[in-house]
C-alpha cells in the first residue's frame, strides 16, 4: 500500500509541475506579448508596406535597462554632390549614388520598375483599396523617380548622340559633377514625434531646392511668412509645411505623365546656384570665388556672379555692373510706374546670356536649366534662330565692323553654326549644332577675359545696357523697341537687331570707356590691364590699343559683337521651362536648415 501512496504523491506532484509550468509559460507570453505590444505600433509602421525595401531592415532590439523592445529602422539622408565626392552627412557611412543601374537600385533598396510593378499587381483587391490611403511613404516614391530619371536619360542620351555622332562624346556619370546621392541612418521609433505615423527621409533646405529643381518641378509657392511650399512640375507635387516638435515636412506626389529625355536638367554642380537665382560668370574664374558663390550674401561685390531671382537683385547686379541710376531704377518701380523690361524677351536673359557660364557639356544633349530670372522664358514670341541669321547678315553689311581676327573668328564660327544646323526646324538640334555653339562660346570667352581687359567688357556692358533700358523707357516718346510688337513676326527679328546694330551699337561704342580710371569690377586673374602711362597727355586710343594692337573704336566695336554673339550663341545652347520662374529665395543658397520627406 505504501508504495501505490507513494506513486499517487508522485503522480501528484508531476501534475502540479505541470499545471505550474504552464501557468509560468502563460505567464511568460503575457510579458512577452506586453513587450512586443508595446512596440506593435512602431514595427508595423516600418514595415515593407510603409517603406519598401527599406521597411526589411526593420527590428526589434531589447532594451534591459528598460526591459522592453525598441524599434530600430533605417531611412535615407539624401544630398546632392558630384559622384567623386566621398564625404557624406552621416559619418562612417557609405553614399550610394543614383546612376540608374541595376546595381544602384539594389543598393538604394529601390524595386526595379518592372518588380515594382509585378507587386502592386499581386496585391489583393483589398490591399488596393488600403493603399488608396497613400500608406507608403512618399520618399520611396521620391527615390524611384530619381534612378527612372537617370535610367531614362541616359537611353536618351545614347539615342541622342548615336542618331548623329559628333567628335566628343558625352560624359559618363563618375564624370559629371552633380548626382543625387543617399546615405543610410539608423533610427528609432522612440524618438518619433507624436505628430508623425510614417518614418520620414531627411535632407536640407538647399538639397530640397536643388532636387526639385533636377526633377523638373517649378516653384509655384514659396513662402516661409506663411510656412507655404510647393512646386509642380513634370506628373509631381512637392508641398511642404511645418510639422510641431520636428519642423518643415514635405510630402511628394505623382499627379501625371513624367518625362526625362531632353528635359532632363544638366547635371552639372553649378545649376545649384541657379537654383537660388544666382549665376556664375564667365569672370569667376579662381578657386576662391567658386567657393564664395556656395554660400549667400547680401549682394554682388563684382561681375563673378550675378543675381537675377527679384527685381531687386536684378537693380543689384546692374549697379555693380556701373549703370546710372535710371537705369537701375526700371527694376525697381511700383506697379503703377513699371517701367519696360521686355524688348523682345527679358533684358534679364540679356544679362544672363552675355555673362553667364557655359554650363552644357560638350557631346552632350542635356539643354534644360532652372530659370534664376523672374521672367518667363517664352520662345513663342520670337525666335533665336532667326534672330541670329539677322545678326549675321547684320555684321557683313555693316561698313564700319573692324576686320580683325576675333571678328573673323565670329563670322567663321556663323557660318559653321549654320552649316551643322542645314535644314532642321528650329526646335530639332543635333550633337554637331550644340557643339558648334559650344565652341563659338569658347571662342568668344577667351577673348573677352583673356584678349582684352575686363574694365573694358565691363564698360560696353554698362552703356549697352543703359542703352537698351532708355530706348525702350524714353520719357520723349522715342521708344523704337515699340514697333516690334506692330511687326510681322518674320521681320520681327531683323527690326530688333538693326535697333541693336544701328542705335545701341554706336552709343556703346562712343560712350565705353576708353581708359581705365579705377580697379576693374571683379578680380579676374587674365583680366589686368596695363598701368597708366606717365604722360597724362596720352592719346586714349593709345592706353587702349596698348596690349592687342586694335584700335580704340574697333576694339570696343568689337567687344559689343562679341557679346551679342555670345549672348545668342548661349540663350540657344541653354533652355528654359516655359513655366519656371524663380521665386525670391537666394539666402536659402547652401542653407543646411534640416528638412523631412514622409
Not at 508531476?14 to 505600433?41: D, K, N
Not at 541669321?389 to 565692323?401: N, P, S
Not at 592719346?539 to 555670345?566: M, Q
Request: with cysteine; net charge neutral.
Amino acid at each position: 500500500m505504501a508504495g501505490n501512496d507513494d506513486d499517487r504523491e508522485l503522480f501528484v506532484s508531476i501534475v502540479a509541475l505541470v499545471i505550474s509550468l504552464i501557468a509560468l509559460f502563460g505567464t511568460l507570453l503575457q510579458v512577452l506579448q506586453t513587450y512586443f505590444a508595446s512596440s506593435a505600433a512602431g514595427f508595423a509602421r516600418c514595415g515593407v508596406k510603409t517603406m519598401g525595401e527599406w521597411g526589411k531592415f526593420t527590428k526589434r532590439k531589447f532594451k534591459p535597462s528598460d526591459l522592453r523592445f525598441e524599434v530600430e529602422f533605417e531611412t535615407p539622408v539624401i544630398f546632392l554632390a558630384p559622384p567623386n565626392n566621398n564625404k557624406g552627412p552621416v559619418p562612417n557611412e557609405k553614399i550610394w549614388y543614383m546612376d540608374g543601374s541595376e546595381r544602384s537600385y539594389m543598393e538604394t533598396r529601390t524595386l526595379l520598375p518592372n518588380a515594382d510593378k509585378e507587386q502592386k499587381e499581386n496585391r489583393s483587391r483589398k490591399e488596393l483599396i488600403h493603399t488608396a490611403d497613400n500608406e507608403r511613404a512618399s520618399w520611396v516614391e521620391l527615390l524611384a523617380v530619381v534612378q527612372k530619371m537617370e535610367s531614362d536619360s541616359a537611353n536618351w542620351q545614347r539615342g541622342f548622340y548615336f542618331k548623329d555622332p559628333g567628335d566628343r562624346v558625352p560624359p559618363k556619370f563618375g564624370e559629371r559633377t552633380l548626382a543625387v546621392a543617399v546615405q543610410k541612418k539608423i533610427k528609432s521609433w522612440d524618438t518619433m514625434p507624436s505628430s508623425m505615423t510614417k518614418p520620414y527621409a531627411t535632407t536640407t533646405m538647399c538639397h530640397l531646392i536643388e532636387l526639385a529643381a533636377v526633377l523638373g518641378l517649378h516653384w509655384k509657392e514659396f513662402s516661409r511668412s506663411q510656412n507655404k511650399y510647393r512646386a509642380e512640375g513634370n506628373g509631381y507635387m512637392l508641398t511642404g509645411a511645418p510639422v510641431s516638435d520636428l519642423g518643415l515636412v514635405f510630402t511628394f506626389q505623382k499627379t501625371g505623365r513624367t518625362l526625362f529625355e531632353e528635359n532632363r536638367v544638366i547635371p552639372k554642380d553649378e545649376i545649384k546656384q541657379l537654383c537660388f537665382g544666382v549665376v556664375h560668370t564667365i569672370f569667376c574664374s579662381t578657386q576662391e570665388d567658386e567657393e564664395r558663390l556656395k554660400f549667400p550674401f547680401d549682394q554682388p561685390e563684382d561681375l563673378t556672379s550675378l543675381q537675377l531671382g527679384s527685381s531687386r537683385e536684378i537693380a543689384d547686379t546692374l549697379t555693380v555692373m556701373g549703370c546710372n541710376t535710371n537705369t537701375v531704377n526700371c527694376f525697381l518701380g511700383d506697379e503703377k510706374n513699371k517701367k519696360a523690361t521686355i524688348h523682345l524677351f527679358p533684358v534679364a536673359f540679356e544679362v544672363l546670356g552675355m555673362l553667364g557660364r557655359t554650363l552644357h557639356a560638350p557631346g552632350s544633349g542635356f539643354r534644360m536649366l532652372p530659370n534664376p530670372t523672374i521672367y518667363h522664358w517664352d520662345k513663342n514670341k520670337f525666335s533665336m534662330w532667326k534672330l541670329l541669321r539677322a545678326y549675321q547678315d547684320k555684321i557683313e553689311e555693316t561698313a564700319d565692323i573692324p576686320e580683325n581676327d576675333q571678328i573673323m573668328k565670329i563670322k567663321k564660327n556663323l557660318e559653321l553654326i549654320f552649316k551643322a544646323r542645314g535644314g532642321r526646324p528650329e526646335s530639332e538640334f543635333t550633337v554637331a549644332i550644340l557643339d558648334a555653339l559650344h565652341r563659338s562660346l569658347d571662342s568668344v570667352d577667351s577673348f573677352l577675359t583673356k584678349t582684352v581687359q575686363e574694365y573694358l567688357v565691363c564698360g560696353v556692358l554698362r552703356v549697352h545696357f543703359e542703352t537698351v533700358l532708355h530706348l525702350m523707357n524714353d520719357s520723349n516718346g522715342r521708344r523704337p523697341f515699340d514697333g516690334l510688337n506692330k511687326d510681322t513676326p518674320e521681320h520681327r527679328q531683323i527690326q530688333f537687331i538693326d535697333i541693336y546694330f544701328d542705335e545701341v551699337r554706336p552709343e556703346a561704342v562712343r560712350s565705353a570707356p576708353k581708359r581705365k580710371f579705377t580697379a576693374p569690377t571683379s578680380a579676374g586673374a587674365n583680366a589686368i590691364s596695363p598701368p597708366p602711362a606717365a604722360n597724362d597727355d596720352d592719346d586714349n586710343r593709345t592706353l587702349v590699343a596698348r596690349h592687342t594692337g586694335f584700335e580704340g573704336d574697333d576694339k570696343l566695336n568689337t567687344i559689343w559683337c562679341a557679346l551679342v554673339f555670345r549672348m545668342f550663341c548661349w540663350l540657344l545652347l541653354h533652355d528654359f521651362h516655359k513655366n519656371d520662374v524663380q521665386l525670391s529665395k537666394s539666402e536659402l543658397l547652401g542653407s543646411r536648415l534640416p528638412v523631412y520627406i514622409v
